[in-house]
């Protein structure tokens, strides 16, 4: 019998017992560290055997044998990056995600300044499958200080009150659990002509198709059809569907033609009884087309769009049967996969697809689309801001395509993933899939009935009370018109007895208040919104009675081209040396040029702003276009100014107002003067 290094170095150690304490003692010490080193030695090199083929594995989609070894591996005391990335990733993809938190935070805290972004974004959703909400908000806020550009940072900044939305839109279905759900996964529901649903299903086979698919170690799915019953929500118990359309590998995502005839659904690349693979082995998805011929799924033909080297599944059919809408990971994708559409040119023929846009698709997975009769797009995404996994969003169809996307909201959407919705919009019931807890098998298929409309549009409001700024009373019938930022007038209103005035405006716009009234000064509010949804702006405004003026400018002659700040004689604008900043003392002044413009609604001015000739030309410009942008800025945010009546030029130091040159000697008070800005009336 052979026998092993560790086995003869133990034996050795007894022969050791017979020697005096302290050699003994010595020499022990020598052959522990001698035995340690040879078992890490040993160790270390079957974790890299083991390690080399969890990552074949890993990187032929098997996560599940892969994962068995990383965690063997990972328990047995051995840590690296790539352990902690391959074996959260293991969990995440297989949509486990509650299983990957404690490996992203392992990966995260001992490796956060050598990680990709990504797993920070896998992290944010993972922590969001536990309800981790505000952890969750925290890591999207490091990703977002890394990418910057990216659309699910960017979302996500935009819409920090996510959840506050999500409960607004929260409770507009119920949902019910289904009988037809096995311990396997259902998913991916579509309506037939036959008042049926049809579903994929990795339920048990017979032992023709007894397959189990590698990745995920279950069996391959097949399609299968219920009845809907009278209620809309009941189906009867499922039946497989006929013909040629079910294959020993996966099938799923159908939708089907007006009259039924035909149907398009998604298959692995299995065409004419031949397995493709992409260049790297792989076996990807294609779209497929089936006619029913007598009863039974025939004449199947792959879509021409489809590839080898790409994927392209998960088919939905427009009303008019013109286009079709499908995920893929073709070149020009934004993300992970996308959402397409391409012409149904009919004869078995199709126009060039085309990407939907950076209004549904971002840099994560966008995924199962389903347009309604209506032309509502509905999909299922990880991009967009919300609950866990894949969360379920409608856009609404717009002149340039659809519109941004609006999470459907709690019950049907949970922290965990939600996808493959599909509504009849004439009875307002319909169907989706969900891996959360409380189902049968690994996804199940619910059904739902709509009992309210969705917010599909981002609305906020402006109100407020008018008041007399020497009474404090509340003022009746100011006129009010609400002004678009082009200066056309979208809304006009007058305030009521109580002095209340409201508006409904749009998210992400720019707005002018306009408010006027006998015997007062008339004053223009500016608004800009942004787009946190059904947001109320408070808005008070102040008029002035016209006794309080002291600004007449009727009593003077003014012309295009003077100088405000001499008409209304004030004092010069002044700034500090190498400064921008409005000084206390200028405020005063500018107070002025406020007033004259609420009195006058219809003057617009130029602010040109100057800088002494110390420093280069080029320092100075950029001197006195800080200096210009600052009157500006104080002006419209403190005076609530239309901005766009006014504008501004920087000179920096070409119009000097004196001899001082470069040079040429000059007193302080000399430079000072040629540190101004000037308000010239225009058209």
């Known amino acids: 019998m052979k026998t092993s290094c560790v086995t003869k170095y133990w034996d050795n150690l007894k022969n050791y017992l017979f020697i005096p304490l302290l050699g003994f003692m010595r020499r022990s010490i020598v052959l522990l560290n001698i035995l340690l080193l040879v078992s890490l030695t040993l160790n270390a090199q079957d974790h890299t055997k083991r390690l080399t083929k969890a990552d074949k594995d890993f990187d032929a989609f098997a996560y599940i044998d892969a994962r068995a070894i990383y965690l063997d591996v990972a328990q047995k005391g051995y840590a690296s990056q790539n352990l902690f990335e391959k074996l959260a990733d293991a969990f995440y993809f297989t949509a486990e995600l509650e299983e990957s938190v404690a490996w992203y935070e392992k990966l995260i805290n001992n490796y956060p300044d050598s990680i990709d972004p990504e797993y920070l974004f896998r992290y944010a959703q993972s922590l969001k499958s536990v309800e981790r909400y505000k952890e969750a908000d925290r890591i999207m806020d490091q990703f977002y200080a890394i990418t910057g550009n990216d659309k699910r940072a960017k979302s996500f900044i935009n819409k920090r009150n996510y959840l506050d939305f999500i409960e607004m839109q929260s409770g507009k279905y119920d949902i019910f659990n289904l009988s037809i759900n096995s311990k396997n996964s259902e998913y991916a529901p579509s309506f037939n002509h036959n008042n049926q649903i049809v579903f994929a299903s990795s339920r048990s086979k017979d032992s023709k198709n007894s397959k189990i698919h590698g990745w995920t170690r ?218 959360r807890k409380g189902g049968k098998g690994n996804d199940d298929i619910y059904s739902f009935r709509q009992t309210e409309e969705l917010i599909t549009s981002c609305k906020q409001y402006v109100q407020g009370i008018i008041s007399n700024s020497q009474t404090n009373e509340s003022l009746p019938g100011v006129h009010l018109l609400l002004v678009d930022s082009n200066g056309n007038t979208i809304e006009q209103t007058s305030s009521n007895s109580l002095g209340q005035y409201s508006f409904d405006i749009e998210c992400n716009m720019s707005y002018m208040i306009k408010a006027s009234k006998d015997k007062f000064i008339p004053k223009d509010i500016s608004l800009n919104t942004d787009d946190v949804f059904e947001f109320t702006h408070d808005v008070p405004i102040v008029l002035n009675p016209e006794k309080e003026s002291e600004l007449l400018l009727t009593e003077v002659a003014v012309n295009i081209g003077d100088d405000l700040s001499k008409i209304l004689q004030m004092e010069p604008i002044y700034f500090g040396l190498d400064d921008s900043t409005i000084a206390p003392e200028a405020e005063v002044e500018l107070q002025k040029i406020i007033s004259a413009m609420n009195i006058y609604p219809d003057l617009k001015i130029e602010v040109r702003s100057h800088t002494d000739s110390r420093s280069s030309y080029w320092y100075n410009k950029r001197l006195s276009v800080k200096r210009m942008r600052a009157t500006i800025k104080y002006i419209v945010q403190e005076g609530g100014i239309y901005w766009r009546r006014i504008r501004g030029k920087a000179y920096g130091e070409r119009r000097l107002i004196n001899k001082c040159k470069d040079h040429v000697p000059c007193t302080e008070e000399e430079h000072q003067e040629n540190r101004r800005s000037e308000f010239i009336i225009r058209k």
């Open 218 to 435: 279950t069996p391959f799915l097949d399609l299968f059809s219920s009845t809907i019953l009278k209620d809309q929500i009941s189906l009867e118990p499922p039946k497989k569907l006929k013909g040629k359309i079910n294959t020993k590998f996966h099938e799923s995502s159908t939708s089907f033609s007006k009259d039924g005839k035909t149907v398009y659904f998604s298959r692995n690349n299995y065409t004419n009884n031949k397995l493709g693979t992409s260049k790297k082995g792989i076996v990807l998805l294609k779209l497929y087309s089936a006619n029913l011929i007598e009863g039974k799924w025939s004449n199947i033909k792959e879509l021409p769009f489809s590839s080898d080297n790409y994927s392209v599944s998960h088919p939905s059919l427009s009303e008019d049967g013109k286009k079709l809408y499908f995920a893929s990971d073709m070149p020009g994708t934004l993300g992970q996969s996308d959402l397409f559409v391409v012409d149904v040119l009919g004869n078995g023929k199709f126009g060039e697809p085309k990407n939907l846009g950076d209004k549904i698709n971002t840099e994560g997975r966008e995924t199962f689309p389903y347009i309604s009769n209506s032309g509502r797009l509905y999909f299922a995404s990880d991009g967009h801001v919300g609950l866990g996994g894949l969360d379920i969003f409608v856009a609404v169809p717009s002149e340039t395509g659809f519109s941004g996307a609006f999470n459907v909201g709690k019950p049907v959407n949970s922290s965990k993933d939600d996808f493959t919705f599909v509504l009849n919009e004439d009875t307002k019931t319909g169907y989706f899939a969900s891996n």
